[in-house]
């Protein structure tokens, strides 16, 4: 298992230089779970034009080609089974018609890697369903405890859910977040409930999770197969009793813990900014994949303030945006040794 990030663990084997390319694409084809080929990898990718250009750039594209993997783009308006042949399909877009292809396409050729399976893309795209596998996992001797912060998931009529709060025993304040994930900016409209009648106000579908003090800083755990990457990200600030007090309503909030919001240059109280130990994040990764039926995702993880090893899962994104800089590690570590 590899740790990349705010701490590099740099494997100490050296490729063998006369199929230095083979090995290399070993690392990025069996960390993945894909099939290992001698001579290269097709990589089909169906994406949109804003994540095909965020994540496939030029560096990404001309290290993996040196390693024997090509990046083919599908073409959606052709029928998939007219294009590749593909080695993997790699993508991500919403909607039960691309489900239906990809999963009539995996039915027809099932020796091809589907990056991920979209009915366990489809689990995570839901803030309710992606966090249930995330409390049952035995993550005793990994040094930290990792829950899931008490949520409530509203679907009907907004004049219920102060009811409805009371009645789960939430306790402000509470973050408001659309409860499907699509990756539309909608699904990202996130509010700060500091007051229960407030909550009327609010538009479901949507998921009510309890805000937990962190010290503001959440820590994004990336992990692409046996790969994880950790970042800090500033976060939302601590809310104290007296703010709690005196504020009333509820607050839309912008994406506060963004790319542009890295924490880990940051001069940060260590109690703070420490990244969760790395057997809890081995275990928990590695729990998840398998739980998950999911390679390429990453977990928000944050801190309860004034713990040391009490962690929240807060969110589970399904390949996001920082995958092709991980990818680039991956394909590069044998070069930087
Ligand atoms: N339960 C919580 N307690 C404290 N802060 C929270 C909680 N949930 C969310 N936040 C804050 O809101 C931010 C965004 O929350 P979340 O990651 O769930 O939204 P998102 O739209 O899925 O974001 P993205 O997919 O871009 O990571 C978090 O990074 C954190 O700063
Ligand atoms: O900070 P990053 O780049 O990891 O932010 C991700 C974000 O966490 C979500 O994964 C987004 O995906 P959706 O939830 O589907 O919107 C990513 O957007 P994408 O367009 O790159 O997939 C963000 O990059
Ligand atoms: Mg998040
Ligand atoms: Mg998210």
């Not at 390319?21 to 001579?39: A, D, I, M």
């Not at 790319?259 to 809890?280: F, H, I, N």
Request: net charge negative; proline share 7%; with cysteine.
């Amino acid at each position: 298992m590899r740790l990349i990030g705010g701490e590099e663990h740099k494997s100490n084997e050296q490729p063998e230089n006369e199929n230095e390319s083979n090995n290399e694409q070993e690392e990025f084809t069996l960390g993945l779970g894909l099939p290992h080929q001698s001579t290269r990898l097709v990589v089909g990718y169906a994406l949109t034009s804003k994540k095909t250009k965020s994540f496939l750039q030029p560096k990404l594209e001309n290290l993996a080609r040196n390693k024997g993997i090509v990046f083919v783009a599908i073409d959606q308006s052709r029928p998939l089974s007219d294009q590749g042949p593909f080695d993997v399909i790699l993508h991500k877009l919403f909607g039960k018609q691309w489900r239906q292809i990809l999963e009539d396409y995996r039915e027809k050729y099932p020796e091809v890697t589907v990056l991920d399976p979209p009915s366990a893309i489809k689990h995570v795209s839901n803030r309710q369903s992606m966090l249930q596998d995330v409390t049952n996992i035995n993550l005793c001797d990994c040094h930290g405890k990792v829950g899931v912060p008490k949520q409530l998931v509203i679907t009907e009529d907004p004049l219920s859910i102060p009811d409805a709060v009371t009645e789960a025993g939430l306790v402000l304040p509470l973050v408001s977040k659309p409860l499907i994930v699509d990756g539309s900016a909608k699904s990202h409209l996130l509010s700060l409930a500091y007051d229960q009648l407030s909550l009327s106000k609010l538009d479901p579908p949507l998921v009510l999770q309890e805000f937990v003090n962190h010290g503001g800083v959440v820590f994004k755990v990336y992990i692409v197969g046996e790969a994880i990457k950790v970042v800090r990200r500033f976060s939302l600030p601590d809310i104290n009793k007296l703010e709690l007090l005196n504020n009333a309503g509820v607050f839309r909030f912008p994406r506060v813990s963004c790319a542009a919001a890295s924490a880990d240059d940051a001069d940060l109280d260590p109690s703070v900014a420490e990244l969760p130990p790395r057997p809890l994040l081995e275990k928990l990764s590695r729990e998840l994949r398998q739980r998950l039926g999911l390679q390429l995702f990453n977990i928000d993880m944050i801190r309860e303030h004034g713990t040391r090893d009490h962690f929240y899962v807060i969110d589970i994104n399904y390949f996001p945006g920082k995958w092709n800089f991980f990818l680039i590690d991956i394909l590069n570590i044998p070069q930087q040794l």
